[in-house]
Every structure is written in structure tokens, then in C-alpha cells.
């Protein structure tokens, strides 16, 4: 039945009173659409969601439900732990904004003078949170000086990166310094440094140092991450000189071993020059240690060729 019934009970010539079959009349959302307002820094340009409740978010989105009713007078968005109610747009038309923070289940509920929270129509919007951005780095150490420490590095955000610097300061102090570095403000870039290049450093003086990239999350003020701490002595004029002069020292010591291995070879070569000749051909044996000794000779050709490069 849509309408009221008006109806009586007959039987036996005998009829009862006048009854009547009340109609209630439902309140029920004829249509649903969602507005989502994504935050600025992501990117993402807003969307609009009919017919479902159910959406995946970025963390901070703000979300506008617009609702289309018959025979309704308050609809409510009913949360975990409170009730807010939707405003009137019309006689018919109610919305509600709200910003998501976290992962949301809900209830859309309808309500008129005869039926409360009649219709309720649970949905879930997931909220996803901004991550942290990301950093890579490699280093290679000048292997002669020991005071140049060349940087290879990545660096990634889920939406936009927008800053990068070298942090150092004496190990004894926390009194930071900072250097940046250009980064493009997309999702993925990489960069190169060299410690301590030109920076005013201290001689004698023991730094710490390591490299920090930021996002571009405006909801938490940019969130930061860092790579891993490296150390750095700034050495004096003269240090530097006995630092040099005693590498030379070794490699020249290295290069003399080196020279000794070559006259020992030498004889072998001989040794082994001496048997070919006197026999007619090669054994098994004389061959094997005369590839050996090939091998043996051009390792240390690369090794002299290594300490000369060093010296």
C-alpha cells in the first residue's frame, strides 16, 4: 500500500468497526555524490564520486557529501564515536564537509517525523598517509689526500620533494651548519656533492656530517629524512705534508718488493728459457709452471703499474 487503508472485519451479517492501515511515509536518499578536495601539495586534481560512499584518499582530503532525499527531514553522518548532522541545501537536498585525517567508516542515516535513522548505509573511505621521503647515498673517499669524500645520491617522495642539504658541525658541538644542495621539486631526483669542497672548516678539528631531504607535506610542515652520519678530520698544512710524505714512503717500499719479485722472475724466466733449449720439446710439467709464470708476470705488471699510479 502507498496510501492509508480504511477497512472493516464481515462475517455472519455482522461487520466491525471502521479500521485503518496507517502508511508510513519512508525516508529514503535518492541520490549521492561526493566532492573530493585533494590537498594543493599533492597534486592531484579533485575529483567527484556518485552513487558510493567508498573512496581511497590522501591524507588531509576534504570531502563534501551531497545527498538527494524524499519524504526526509534531518539525514546524519554517523561515525565511530559521534553524530554530525548534514545542513539543508534545499527541501529536499543536505550536504556535509568534513576533512580526513585517517582511515573513515561511516553510516549515512535518514530520519522524518514518523521514522528515526531509518535507512542506514554504512561505507568506508581509506585514507592514505603521506610517507617520508626517501635517501640514498654513496661515497667514495679520495684514496691520496683522505679530504675529499665525492657523494652519489637519490633522492624520492610520494607527491614532491622540495628541499636538500648537508648538515655538519664540530663533533665536540651541535652547532649545525647547513649547505644546499639543488634539487628539482618533482618525485624522483639525484645529486652529486664533494666534502668538504669549499666549505670553511676548521683545521684540526673533528666534523660530523650527514644529508637531509625534506618533502613538500604542508599538513606537517615538511617531513624530513636522513642519511647516514659521516665523520671528517680537517687537517692541518703540516699534517696533511707527513700524511702525504709517509703514503709516498710505502709505496715506495711497495715498489721496491715489487722490483725484487721482478728479478726473482727474471732468474725463473731464465731457469726456464735454459730447459727449453736443452730439450726437444716440453713436459706437462715444464709448461704448467711456464704458464704460471705468464700469470704470475702480469699481475705484477698491473701491481707496478698501481703503485706507480699511487706514487
Given at each position: 500500500?502507498?496510501?492509508?487503508?480504511?477497512?472493516?472485519?464481515?462475517?455472519?451479517?455482522?461487520?466491525?468497526?471502521?479500521?485503518?492501515?496507517?502508511?508510513?511515509?519512508i525516508?529514503?536518499?535518492?541520490?549521492?555524490?561526493?566532492?573530493?578536495?585533494?590537498?594543493?601539495?599533492?597534486?592531484?586534481?579533485?575529483e567527484?564520486?556518485k552513487?558510493?560512499g567508498?573512496?581511497i584518499?590522501?591524507?588531509?582530503?576534504?570531502?563534501?557529501?551531497?545527498?538527494?532525499?524524499?519524504e526526509?527531514?534531518?539525514?546524519?553522518?554517523v561515525?565511530?564515536?559521534?553524530?554530525?548532522a548534514?545542513?539543508?541545501?534545499?527541501?529536499?537536498?543536505?550536504?556535509?564537509?568534513?576533512?580526513?585525517y585517517?582511515t573513515?567508516?561511516?553510516?549515512?542515516?535518514?530520519?522524518n517525523d514518523?521514522?528515526k535513522?531509518?535507512?542506514?548505509?554504512?561505507y568506508t573511505?581509506?585514507?592514505?598517509?603521506d610517507?617520508?621521503?626517501?635517501?640514498?647515498?654513496t661515497?667514495?673517499t679520495?684514496?691520496?689526500t683522505?679530504q675529499q669524500?665525492?657523494?652519489?645520491?637519490?633522492v624520492?617522495d610520494?607527491?614532491?620533494?622540495?628541499?636538500?642539504?648537508?648538515?655538519?658541525y664540530?663533533?665536540?658541538?651541535?652547532?649545525?651548519?647547513?649547505?644546499?644542495i639543488?634539487i628539482t621539486?618533482?618525485?624522483?631526483?639525484?645529486?652529486?656533492f664533494?666534502f668538504p669542497?669549499?666549505?670553511?672548516l676548521?683545521?684540526?678539528?673533528?666534523y660530523?656530517?650527514?644529508?637531509e631531504?625534506?618533502?613538500?607535506?604542508a599538513?606537517?610542515n615538511?617531513?624530513s629524512?636522513?642519511s647516514?652520519?659521516?665523520?671528517f678530520?680537517?687537517?692541518?698544512?703540516?699534517?696533511?705534508?707527513?700524511?702525504q710524505?709517509?703514503?709516498q714512503?710505502?709505496?715506495?717500499?711497495?715498489?721496491?718488493?715489487?722490483?725484487?719479485?721482478?728479478?726473482?722472475?727474471?732468474?725463473?724466466?731464465?731457469?726456464?728459457?735454459?730447459?727449453?733449449k736443452e730439450?726437444?720439446?716440453?713436459?706437462?710439467?715444464?709448461?704448467?709452471k711456464?704458464?704460471?709464470?705468464?700469470?704470475?708476470?702480469?699481475?705484477?705488471?698491473?701491481?707496478?703499474?698501481?703503485?706507480?699510479?699511487?706514487?
Amino acid at each position: 500500500p502507498s496510501e492509508n487503508i480504511t477497512f472493516t472485519l464481515s462475517g455472519n451479517k455482522v461487520s466491525s468497526k471502521p479500521y485503518t492501515l496507517e502508511v508510513l511515509k519512508i525516508p529514503v536518499v535518492t541520490s549521492f555524490e561526493m566532492q573530493l578536495n585533494y590537498p594543493n601539495y599533492t597534486g592531484k586534481r579533485d575529483e567527484q564520486v556518485k552513487n558510493t560512499g567508498n573512496a581511497i584518499v590522501p591524507e588531509g582530503t576534504t570531502v563534501t557529501w551531497s545527498v538527494q532525499t524524499r519524504e526526509t527531514k534531518n539525514v546524519a553522518l554517523v561515525l565511530k564515536d559521534t553524530t554530525l548532522a548534514f545542513s539543508t541545501s534545499g527541501n529536499t537536498a543536505f550536504d556535509i564537509t568534513k576533512r580526513l585525517y585517517g582511515t573513515t567508516g561511516y553510516e549515512i542515516s535518514t530520519s522524518n517525523d514518523d521514522l528515526k535513522d531509518y535507512e542506514n548505509i554504512a561505507y568506508t573511505i581509506q585514507v592514505i598517509k603521506d610517507q617520508y621521503p626517501k635517501i640514498e647515498v654513496t661515497a667514495k673517499t679520495d684514496t691520496v689526500t683522505q679530504q675529499q669524500t665525492y657523494f652519489y645520491g637519490n633522492v624520492s617522495d610520494d607527491y614532491g620533494l622540495s628541499q636538500l642539504r648537508a648538515v655538519y658541525y664540530p663533533s665536540s658541538t651541535n652547532n649545525k651548519q647547513y649547505k644546499d644542495i639543488a634539487i628539482t621539486k618533482g618525485n624522483v631526483d639525484q645529486f652529486i656533492f664533494t666534502f668538504p669542497d669549499d666549505l670553511d672548516l676548521q683545521e684540526g678539528v673533528s666534523y660530523e656530517y650527514y644529508f637531509e631531504v625534506f618533502d613538500n607535506d604542508a599538513l606537517h610542515n615538511r617531513k624530513s629524512s636522513k642519511s647516514a652520519l659521516f665523520s671528517f678530520l680537517k687537517l692541518t698544512e703540516s699534517a696533511l705534508e707527513q700524511q702525504q710524505l709517509e703514503q709516498q714512503s710505502e709505496n715506495i717500499q711497495d715498489l721496491n718488493k715489487s722490483l725484487e719479485k721482478l728479478n726473482e722472475q727474471e732468474e725463473e724466466l731464465e731457469t726456464l728459457s735454459r730447459k727449453q733449449k736443452e730439450k726437444s720439446e716440453l713436459s706437462f710439467n715444464d709448461e704448467r709452471k711456464l704458464d704460471n709464470f705468464l700469470k704470475r708476470q702480469k699481475q705484477q705488471e698491473q701491481l707496478m703499474k698501481e703503485y706507480s699510479k699511487e706514487l
